[in-house]
């Protein structure tokens, strides 16, 4: 058993440590530049229950169910499972639906963009921008009061639900009926993953530090901005370093590369950069308005977090959605449908950050 | 004494309504959590701010006391 870890060494080595399992989950069998993707892996599980028809994207990825399960165990250990819920849960599934419109144009998650970055897609560097941007706009909302009020306890099953919900996925993954999708060999990313006990192993391992560490890609710039607190960025830029040293010893080791500087011909990646920064502009303000990225999402569930759980279902169903009506980028680019979307989601969260916020009058 | 009842609201907002009460540059805060990130995100915040802090426990609900 872990002890608590204190201070920020505790994100640091928990940051680097998840960046060199990203890298290696490229190496054993994620697509490329893409060892971890909340959203990408929450589309994929999407297309695996038949959500979606994309058959090049359909495997339900035991990354997620490890992150799930891993946290909820390391809350149980910690006495910080606590059954929670009731904080405006509609509002937060349409949120999640919003991460994945602006995801899916930008073709990642904050983590992903991490991973391009280590993995030299200068691309990346304009969903920083936009990402960064979207904090800002959120944290200007926070300092006005923003709020979808209170969580209130709930009972056991409500908090305990989604891990179960896992576990069934998971059974479906490995039982493998006849309902349940996956991508043909050759047939695109969804084809493309490690074996299933290696990535459950890694969902596991990056739950439980996840988990321990508090560690958000939202929290980490929304806490430089409003409170100049740099704990939470820390583990983040470790997990950078960390999984671009392990992508350059990987490419000196096995001559294959895991690195390549440029913004063209990089994996599961569009060069479009005013689109890269709105899509992700998108994902990071509906998510600081959430709380949190995809992975503190995903982290929060497990702790029991049912306002969460309805986040990452409207991720969920944002996935279907964006397949089905051609809302999803490709390496080709945005598409003019994802365009709109991310334009009237834009407007959406604005709409929602508004009417929570200017509710206290400033002393 | 300001007492902030941040019971229920997860982070940041226990963080946000602690920055916003430390405006008014008093000695003495109380704040009421119930989660622990909350606890560990305002603990690091009133630090930061020169307060000492203790924190209290009775059943899951967290008092923070800042003092200067």
Redesign the interface.
């Known amino acids: 058993m872990k002890k608590p870890l204190k201070n920020k060494l505790d994100i640091i080595i928990a940051g680097g440590i998840i960046g060199v399992i990203a890298s290696l989950l490229s190496l054993l069998g994620n697509p490329a530049n893409m060892g971890f993707c909340i959203a990408c892996f929450i589309r994929d599980t999407a297309g695996g229950l038949g959500l979606h028809q994309a058959a090049a994207v359909q495997y339900i990825r035991p990354e997620i169910i490890g992150i799930v399960i891993g946290s909820f165990a390391a809350a149980l250990i910690r006495k910080?499972f606590?059954p929670?819920g009731g904080?405006a849960p509609l509002t937060r599934f349409i949120l999640g639906f919003f991460v994945m419109v602006g995801g899916l144009m930008f073709l990642g998650c904050p983590f992903r963009m991490i991973v391009r970055l280590a993995g030299g897609d200068l691309n990346a560097l304009l969903g920083l921008v936009g990402f960064a941007a979207g904090i800002g706009v959120g944290a200007f909302f926070?300092?006005r009061g923003f709020?979808l009020k209170?969580?209130?306890k709930q009972p056991l099953l409500e908090g305990a639900s989604f891990s179960v919900i896992q576990v069934i996925l998971f059974a479906l993954l490995i039982s493998a009926p006849a309902f349940i999708y996956f991508t043909e060999a050759g047939g695109g990313p969804g084809a493309k993953h490690a074996a299933v006990a290696i990535s459950l192993a890694a969902g596991l391992i990056v739950g439980i530090l996840a988990q321990r560490t508090?560690l958000c890609m939202v929290?980490g710039f929304?806490?430089m901005y409003?409170?100049?607190?740099f704990?939470l960025i820390s583990g983040f830029i470790a997990l950078f370093v960390c999984c671009l040293i392990t992508n350059l010893i990987l490419t000196a080791v096995t001559g294959t590369s895991f690195f390549k500087l440029s913004f063209a011909d990089q994996p599961v990646a569009h060069t479009d950069g005013l689109w890269n920064a709105l899509g992700m502009f998108l994902l990071g303000f509906a998510s600081i308005l959430l709380?949190?990225c995809p992975l503190r999402q995903l982290v929060l569930s497990g702790e029991g977090?049912s306002d969460s759980a309805m986040a990452i279902l409207g991720m969920g169903i944002g996935a279907a959605f964006c397949h089905n009506f051609g809302l999803a980028s490709s390496a080709k680019g945005p598409t003019a449908n994802g365009q709109i979307a991310v334009i009237i989601g834009i407007v959406i969260v604005l709409i929602i950050a508004c009417a929570n916020s200017f509710n206290k009058k400033?002393? | 004494m300001e007492i902030i009842d941040a019971k229920g609201l997860s982070c940041p907002e226990p963080v946000v309504l602690l920055k916003n009460a430390m405006k008014s540059g008093e000695h003495e805060y109380t704040l009421i959590t119930d989660n622990t990130t909350s606890k560990e995100n305002t603990t690091r915040y009133g630090e930061k701010m020169g307060y000492t802090v203790s924190v209290s426990e009775e059943r899951g609900i967290f008092t923070l006391k800042f003092t200067k």
């Open positions: 910080e606590s929670r904080s926070l300092n709020s209170r969580t209130y508090r929290g929304r806490d409003l409170f100049k607190d704990r709380g949190g977090n400033k002393d």
